[in-house]
């Protein structure tokens, strides 16, 4: 399965365009949005912007989206995984944005994370593609924990705009895929092998 992972497009038409043309340059069978859709709302332009990618998506908000981003997420042809499991191709998808503390709660309680999924949160985990300019760790200590607890396969994840790449955390990956500052998200090729390219 091809995934085609960004974060942060903060409501910036022009930044939805490069994802765009991403999609009709690599075909991916899914694209991830990982939150900051928009510039404090609205939702409608979560909603046009979900809408406008031609291919299934998930998408969750994050801390700049107000609540009816979550809203305009649902409303749209795209699936709001936040505090969901939804399989794709065999492959177990979570939804954590990171910014709402009872939704770890919610996780841990449903027992939707194991070693196979794929973990989609908003903010990083704390060490992890998470240093800001002045180089200070700004993850989130509670992702830490469940990702330490749980080890899955791979963490999709932005918020960190000075800081998108891989990081490896045992045997979880971790792709802080923002579209904040630099760079154009992330392909994703995960089978058997996982394989991680950054876009520029």
Do not use: W
């Not at 069978?29 to 928009?38: A, F, H, R, S």
């Not at 709001?80 to 996780?107: H, L, T």
């Not at 903010?123 to 593609?129: C, I, K, L």
Request: hydrophobic share 35%.
């Amino acid at each position: 399965m091809k995934i085609l992972a960004a974060a942060d497009l903060h409501g910036s038409q022009y930044r939805l365009n490069i994802a765009l043309k991403n999609v009709e340059r690599y075909s991916p069978d899914l694209v991830v949005i990982c939150g900051d859709i928009t510039q404090f709302g609205p939702g409608e332009v979560a909603k046009n912007f979900l809408d406008q990618i031609p291919v299934e998506t998930l998408a969750l908000t994050g801390n700049i989206d107000t609540a009816d981003v979550g809203k305009g997420i649902d409303s749209s042809k795209a699936t709001k995984i936040e505090m969901k499991r939804v399989v794709k191709k065999g492959i177990p998808f979570v939804g954590i944005n990171g910014v709402d503390p009872n939704q770890f709660k919610v996780v841990e309680e449903k027992k939707l994370l194991d070693e196979k999924s794929v973990l989609i949160s908003h903010e990083p985990p704390y060490g992890a593609q998470d240093k800001v300019f002045i180089g200070m760790h700004r993850g989130n200590k509670d992702l830490r924990e469940i990702v330490d607890k749980y080890k899955p396969r791979l963490v999709l994840c932005g918020h960190i705009h000075e800081d998108p790449g891989i990081t490896k955390i045992g045997n979880t990956t971790v792709v802080n895929c923002s579209m904040g500052k630099r760079g154009e998200g992330a392909i994703i090729d995960i089978n058997e092998k996982l394989s991680v390219k950054m876009l520029d």
